[in-house]
């Protein structure tokens, strides 16, 4: 009896230094697993972020290097970043004008472009202000903030063939009884639309100290896309802004040179948009190019569209001396800064 205990005794004691020995070994095979898996988790770790170094400093300069670079192209003074966006929006927009631009590398071929662009109608100069931000990616450049409207336009502001409305007589004595009840020192803004052509060498003799054409569009019947020319700028980057200066000769060649450095620059301001009356069209170097053709062949240089600014009563004289399908009043200042 004795002998059979003993031996139970010792099977007991050979299966609890069996079960000591599988736990030590099942220890050791999980410490040895998770040691393999650290490895291998450390080594993923590595060549992902070689792989981000190689891409950062391989790829992105790689695109920055195929793409335009807007950060040259703003260096000197007027720089030509600068030169073709002041040139596209006083063609393509009225009233607009880029005063300055900032702009900073963002890497794989994109930079935000910080611009400081003026409404004429709405605000005066505020030098150093960034208040429209563009992203150029990849050469395309896009507006991605514009919380003031700048870098909109209303379309169907002038009159075309398309529309049916003209302006009435009676709508037109109730704007200049509604215009007479501003106080004196108000100061509108308004886009007209002539019932004729005006010669621009005739429309500028009307500028006065209380009376401004802000901005023209040149009469080209032929093209289906109309440019303008603005009149009165705040910055003067180079001779050529100086429009209060100039004849209708020089004003004309003014705009012919803004077509064409736009023709020749296109890659920089493409992808946005080329507005004109009531359309939009994508940007397109043969319309400019069409316009040009056509400015250069023609003996006139006229306008049946065009902005003006003034005073409540210089404003009323001179829309009581002529005749107009369209009149919209853009802004009304209760007085000039």
């Known amino acids: 009896m004795k002998e059979i205990e003993k031996e139970r005794e010792l099977e007991q004691e050979l299966q609890a230094m069996g079960m000591d020995q599988d736990a030590d070994f099942d220890r050791q095979i999980e410490q040895m697993i998770n040691k393999k898996i650290r490895k291998i988790a450390l080594k993923s770790a590595i060549a ?3 792989a981000a170094v190689v891409i ?4 992105s300069p790689l695109l920055n290097l195929c793409n335009m670079n807007p950060q040259k192209l703003n260096e000197g003074n007027p720089s030509r970043l600068l030169s073709v966006m002041r040139a596209y929006y006083e063609t393509m927009y009225p009233y607009r004008e880029v005063y300055g631009i900032e702009v900073e590398k963002e890497g794989f071929g994109c930079y935000t472009l910080n611009m400081n662009l003026l409404d004429h109608s709405k605000e005066d100069l505020v030098v150093g202000q960034t208040n429209v931000t ?3 990616n990849r050469g395309k450049l896009s ?3 514009d919380s003031g409207g700048r870098a909109q336009i209303l379309l169907g502001a002038f009159y075309t063939e398309n529309q049916e409305e003209k302006l009435t007589k009676k709508e037109f004595a109730s704007l200049l009884s509604e215009i007479e009840k501003l106080p004196q020192s108000a100061y509108l803004y308004l886009s007209l639309s002539d019932q ?3 010669k621009v060498e005739d429309l500028v003799k009307q500028n006065s100290d209380d009376f401004q054409i802000e901005w023209l569009q040149v009469y080209e019947p032929q093209c289906d896309f109309q440019a303008g020319l603005s009149l009165n700028l705040s910055a003067a980057t180079k001779e050529s802004d100086k429009r209060g200066e100039m004849s209708a000769g020089e004003l ?21 948009d080329m507005p004109s009356n009531d359309s939009v069209w994508r940007s397109d170097k ?10 250069n062949s023609s003996d006139t240089f006229e306008t049946k569209h065009y902005c003006v600014s003034g005073s409540r009563d210089a404003v009323l004289s001179y829309l009581r001396s002529g005749s107009f399908e369209r009149i919209l009043v853009d802004n009304v200042r209760f007085s000039r800064l």
């Open 56 to 59: 950062f400093l391989g790829v």
């Open 252 to 272: 004309r060649q003014v705009y012919l040179e803004n077509l064409e450095l736009l023709e020749e620059n296109i890659e920089i301001w493409k992808g946005l």
């Open 143 to 145: 507006v991605t903030n």
């Open 286 to 295: 043969t319309l400019l190019e069409e316009l040009e053709e056509a400015g």
């Open 134 to 136: 563009m992203e150029m």
């Open 196 to 198: 004729k052509t005006r």
């Open 48 to 50: 992902v972020v070689l």
